[in-house]
T-cell receptor
């Protein structure tokens, strides 16, 4: 149980194009999903918290107009990297919790990640 | 603000020997602590968590961790290491009521188990 999928697993695009990454919770509903970015040999950096039916909450320094997040259902959140540039190349990972409540401590389950390369 | 430190970038052990991956934390409220493992080009896999109760927590693949409040530590341990345990390990903390699900990760520790 508690499986999270991401699609695509790997994408290569040209500079200036937009790329959409999907994150799905396969066997549970997630009111909240999280998007992270990971550089080689580094830790995960939280980009934004995605709540179903409402606007995402972005961490300081993350451009919300560049990284568009949509959480349309309890099992799907998407991250769109708009007008991608080579510096956006990275490993993007999403996570979801089966249940999130204020003050909650539920486990986050992570997707397998998406490797984005912008040429 | 909450923070997590993993003081060792790398840990090397021989197969069959016990292993320890260290983690210390700093939070203002009650800590909820997690360990995750990451294999190359993969997402994170949940190993175990401490919420409340017994200080010794048992998790997946024979791993366990001990919560020590006085030392603000949550070290990951395994009695007998396997070569397949070689991976990148992350400790994370969620301060519960103040962080509402957000995790803060340590910088990660590369564990290498030699045959």
């Amino acid at each position: 149980g508690a499986v999270v999928s991401q699609h695509p697993s790997r994408v290569i695009c040209k500079s200036g194009t937009s790329v959409k990454i999907e994150c799905r919770s396969l066997d549970f509903q997630a009111t909240t999903m999280f998007w992270y970015r990971q550089f080689p040999k580094q830790s995960l950096m939280l980009m934004a918290t995605s709540n179903e039916g409402s606007k995402a909450t972005y961490e300081q320094g993350v451009e919300k107009d560049k990284f568009l997040i949509n959480h349309a259902s309890l099992t799907l959140s998407t991250l769109t990297v708009t007008s991608a540039h080579p510096e956006d190349s990275s490993f993007y990972i999403c996570s979801a919790s089966p249940m999130i409540r204020r003050g909650g401590t539920d486990t986050q389950y992570f997707g397998p990640g998406t490797r984005l390369t912008v040429l | 603000a909450q923070s997590v430190a993993q003081p060792e970038d790398q840990v090397n052990v021989a197969e069959g020997n016990p292993l320890t991956v260290k983690c210390t934390y700093s939070v203002s409220g009650n800590p909820y602590l997690f360990w995750y493992v990451q294999y190359p080009n993969r997402g994170l896999q949940f190993l175990l968590k401490y919420i409340t109760g017994d200080n010794l927590v048992k998790g997946s693949y024979g791993f366990e961790a001990e919560f020590n409040k006085s030392q603000t530590s949550f070290h990951l341990k395994k009695p007998s290491a396997l070569v397949s345990d070689s991976a990148l390990y992350f400790c994370a903390v969620n301060a519960g009521g103040t962080s509402y699900g957000k995790l803060t990760f340590g910088q990660g520790t590369i564990l290498t188990v030699h045959p």
